[in-house]
DNA sequence: CCTACCGATCGGTAGG
DNA sequence: CCTACCGATCGGTAGG
């Protein structure tokens, strides 16, 4: 019966931190994700981790601690897989692979980018100021991209740069909506998502021939 | 001090429903909007339409009926707006049309946006039903201009069309995030939203100059 | 639309 | 991590 709990102790033992307060955190991002942050209960939580309500309080100090630690976690994991993929040299090629990534961290765990993305509204204005610094350097990953592509004449130079952001940062965004969980993003829907961003639905054979003999 | 509701009572007679019924709506709209519907208590409706809790029930039947009515209304705007923007000949430039009528409507009232695209999920599986039914039409209308381009030539062939119509709804519902209230899309906004849409981020030059000389 | 109220649930705590 | 509990708030109702 309590073979769950005993498992959890000697995961315990390895690492530093208490694997309740891991599982908590797992049940809590995808309740969160599902539920909403209000529409989620401190008992609806406890009742799938397994324990009493009152006994959370022994891993963390309240309900919104496990909000800000779902949120900053999340972007912080955006935040590394893009960047990650925001080296290469040919902008074009980069902002590929920065929307691959997205995809594939979205894709990794839709219930915690549901979090980040909207559960970060019921942060006290404090906590709020933090996620808004990340959120902003993550905008910043993209902005750089579309402006390099810009300077070197890989992307469009006349496009409205605030307007291209928003739109590649939606788009990217609003695949925690349909993506579905746990499904490594193959090769089709990243490559058909870049080719819409990169390319355009406007019909422009004449500019891909001639792309593609030189 | 009692006004506003001598007004309220005035507009009464003239119209069929209460107008007390369609302040509370409009509260309830702006509160599902920015707390969500779980963060939204019936005494905060209550208070700020200025009567008490308990005297909301003589309007309505419960929450979720406001939640409902809400989001149905909402929907069937954009059905309405977008849907009389998409009887123009030519794909591309009805879909140019659409993508600014949808982020018209948005800007109408943002806060409204944001309860039809998030807050559906918190009513019952039958009014889930309902709801799924509207929004399946209206991604119809982005499918059906984005096949009759793919057919007619005016817009790429070889996209995945479901990708594609989630890219575009995607960033265009990503729209109320950053729209603001009753800002009317100006033509820059709108213009450059296409853009990106349709002509993508990656420079195209040639087909560009192709299109302008013919 | 108010008065007066209901049972249920909420986040959280003291003491072990 | 449990026992036992707190005050506050929740959606909603009967009767006027």
Known sequence: MADRREVNDALNAERGGS?????????ATRLFGERGYPGTSIRDIAE???????SLYAHIGNKEE???????????????VVGASSREADPRERLKAMIRAHLS?????????????????????????LVRKKR??????????IIDGAVDG????????????????GSLNWSAEW??????VDDGTAEAFS???????AAAKFAKETRRRG
Chains 1, 2 share one sequence.
């Open 136 to 145: 902003r350097a993550y905008e910043r990953l993209f902005r750089d991209v």
């Open 195 to 201: 080719n819409v961003i990169l390319d355009g639905l």
């Open 179 to 184: 993506l579905v969980a746990g499904s490594n």
């Open 19 to 27: 694997s309740t307060r891991v599982t908590m955190i797992e049940v």
């Open 48 to 54: 799938i981790v397994g324990i009493l309500p009152g």
């Open 154 to 169: 890989t992307l469009e130079t006349e496009l409205d740069l605030r307007i291209a952001v928003l739109v590649v940062l």
């Open 66 to 80: 496990m909000l800000l630690e779902i949120v900053s976690s999340g972007i912080d994991r955006f935040l590394e």
């Open 105 to 129: 961290v979205v894709a990794a765990n839709p219930q915690s980018a549901q979090v980040v993305f909207h559960q970060w509204r019921y942060l006290s204005e404090a906590n709020q100021l």
